[in-house]
């Protein structure tokens, strides 16, 4: 049984669980573990997964990092925020990255970027699409610039992806901001996100201190930045799977059409 | 009166000191010349002192300094015949980011930057060099067009970060730094970029993926600034002197990291104490990073481009699981059904 977060609701798990972890009352969409993600994603039994034993290091010795990585694996199970891997979605083979939100926010650190890096050239190595689900805070403060330099390899790397040709699906769930906004959660050749999710480069409070106003509630919500041109679909989490299906279809190899 | 930073402060006074005996010999007549001449040598002692060891805190401060070269200042010494491009074909023209064409010793090149202003009022219009989307697409523009036409780029990179504005988020700022970053990385002409001052986190590195990092001795690049650091570990945004010992952000650090390629070195005390000697420091080390680039055929630039920022990450990786034994993945026992 668990309250809905937003109405209030009382909720039983199965009904929860059949409406993907979305609200069926007033839509609010719950946020997902990566194993989760992973398992009303991709078809039963078909993921595997890439380089599981990749543990960040400690570049600047930043007070308590380390300890906070270790309390995250232990409270998580993860090891660190980001699982990637191989599978299919509707039969239709695929690469998926998908973020946690519990591994310390989600922030990108060299495991994010590395992990990301080495799925994107898997993708390029097997010829098959790319979909990265994020959820993140952004860059991880404690590995300073090295975080940084993860949206750059990243997005080198999602280069040579567009290079091969091959499609990039960016889904940006609740909440997606900072470093992966503007980096490779806004590369996709289609960005799509989950209704209510926020989305945004800078911190709301950053910027209701730097224009001292109140920003309106739908301010950096999935529905703004699709009003304002930034994503192609806010879609409630029900009809995800199918769309992706849909868009691997469309981009399958051998179906392309070839002129003379 | 240049503009003094606090940690300098021991020097204004002995300075002051000096100038207050010299007015005494010259009002008095008597001769006091043996006391100026000690203090003298110990404010060239204190001097070397001070800025030998400077702490990444004071390197931040003259980092931010008014008075150092920007952009503009940069880019009218290294080249003759500098001509500014405006506008993003599409919003509007961001004046926190310049760009343009001009011819460093008979190269001609693309190079862009972001502006600060010297004063108050050219801040304003500068937006203190926080660039908006606007500014990043439009330097994308005048990338795209160096490509087109075979000419290498330089930028330049002075900024306290993207701006954190409402209208920037409107217009989208992650989208166009992230648009920025994947493009750079494709780019079929050498790229070399330069901190000179501020490297502010994304705001920075939307003009900062390249072939080659060269950073000035005292300039700082930093995945968040200190302040804000600090505002977030310790809820105190004034704490920034300790968030940025913590944080491994100057140049000295960037360079044991191979991250940053090359460290331009400053006139003593700072750029802002010889601008024209650090305009000649910079603009040999970017000829000497071009000369070099030269020798890589176009083709060749994104591949080792790629081999730069792939090898960055530090990590480990280990052959065995990571969880004890009898440690289960978190909620592989979720039951969701879709389908
Ligand atoms: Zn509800």
Redesign the pocket.
């Known amino acids: 049984m668990e309250k809905?977060k937003?109405?209030g609701?009382i909720l039983f798990a199965k009904e929860l669980d059949k409406q993907v972890k979305t609200?069926p009352?007033?839509g609010?969409h719950f946020t997902l573990t990566a194993q989760e993600r992973i398992q009303v994603t991709l078809d039963e039994g078909s993921f595997e997964e890439f380089d599981a034993n990749l543990v960040s290091g400690d570049p600047l010795h930043f007070p308590d990092y380390s300890a906070r990585v270790e309390r995250s694996r232990q409270a998580t199970g993860l090891a660190d925020a980001v699982v990637t891997g191989a599978g299919t979605i509707g039969g239709f083979p695929v690469v998926v990255g998908v973020m946690d939100s519990r591994f310390i926010m989600g922030s990108m650190g060299s495991v994010v970027g590395e992990k990301l890096t080495r799925a994107i050239e898997q993708a390029i190595e097997r010829s098959v699409p790319v979909i990265i689900f994020s959820v993140s805070g952004g860059a991880r403060m404690q590995e300073g610039i090295f975080s940084l330099m993860q949206m750059a390899k990243i997005s080198t790397a999602l280069a040579r992806l567009a290079q091969s040709r091959l499609l990039y699906i960016s889904v940006l769930t609740h909440p997606t901001t900072g470093g992966v906004t503007a980096s490779f959660a806004m590369q996709g050749d289609v960005n799509i996100s989950e209704p209510g999710a926020t989305i945004g480069f800078a911190g709301r409070r950053i910027i209701e201190q730097t224009i001292r106003q109140k920003l309106p509630d739908e301010f950096q919500t999935a529905e703004f930045v699709l009003e304002h041109g930034m994503i192609d679909q806010v879609v409630h989490r029900k009809d995800l799977r199918a769309l992706l299906a849909t868009l691997l279809s469309l981009h399958a190899k051998g179906g392309e059409w070839s002129g003379r | 009166m240049a503009v003094e930073l606090p940690f300098e402060k021991p020097l204004v006074e002995l300075r002051l000191k000096i100038e207050e005996l010299k007015r005494f010999t010259e009002e008095k007549g008597i001769d006091m010349s043996e006391e100026v001449a000690t203090l003298e040598a110990k404010v060239k002692a204190l001097a070397e002192a001070i800025y030998r060891d400077l702490t990444p805190w004071q390197k931040v401060q003259i980092a931010r300094h008014p008075e150092r070269p920007t952009t503009l200042d940069y880019i009218r010494g290294l080249c003759d015949d500098f001509i500014e491009l405006h506008g993003d074909r599409s919003f509007r023209d961001d004046a926190a980011i310049v760009g343009g064409i001009g011819r460093m010793e008979g190269i001609p090149l693309t190079l862009i930057g972001t502006q600060k202003g010297r004063d108050t009022k050219e801040n304003i219009f500068r937006n203190f060099g926080m660039a908006h989307p606007e500014g990043y697409r439009k330097a994308l523009r005048l990338m795209k067009q160096a490509e087109k036409f075979g000419r290498p780029i330089v930028t330049f990179i002075d900024t306290a970060g993207a701006y954190p504005g409402a209208a920037a988020e409107e217009r989208g700022q992650g989208e166009a730094i992230a648009r920025n970053l994947i493009e750079m990385a494709a780019l079929t002409v050498p790229i070399v970029c330069v901190v000179t001052g501020e490297g502010g986190s994304g705001g920075a590195l939307g003009l900062g993926v390249g072939d080659r990092l060269l950073m000035l001795e005292h300039a700082y690049y930093s995945v968040i600034a200190p302040e804000s650091a600090a505002a977030l570990l310790w809820k105190d945004a004034s704490q920034g002197q300790r968030a940025a010992d913590a944080m491994s952000i100057t140049a000295q650090d960037l360079y044991r990291f191979g991250i940053v390629d090359e460290i331009l070195e400053e006139p003593f005390g700072g750029a802002q104490r010889d601008p024209a000697q650090m305009i000649v420091t910079v603009k040999e080390a970017v000829l000497r990073a071009l000369i070099e680039l030269k020798a890589v055929s176009r083709y060749e630039l994104p591949a080792l481009r790629y081999e730069k920022y792939r090898k960055i990450g530090v990590f480990t990786e280990s052959e065995a699981p990571l969880l004890a034994e009898g440690q289960e993945r978190a909620n592989a026992s979720s039951n969701i059904v879709t389908r």
């Open positions: 809905c937003q109405c609701q609200c009352h007033c609010y």
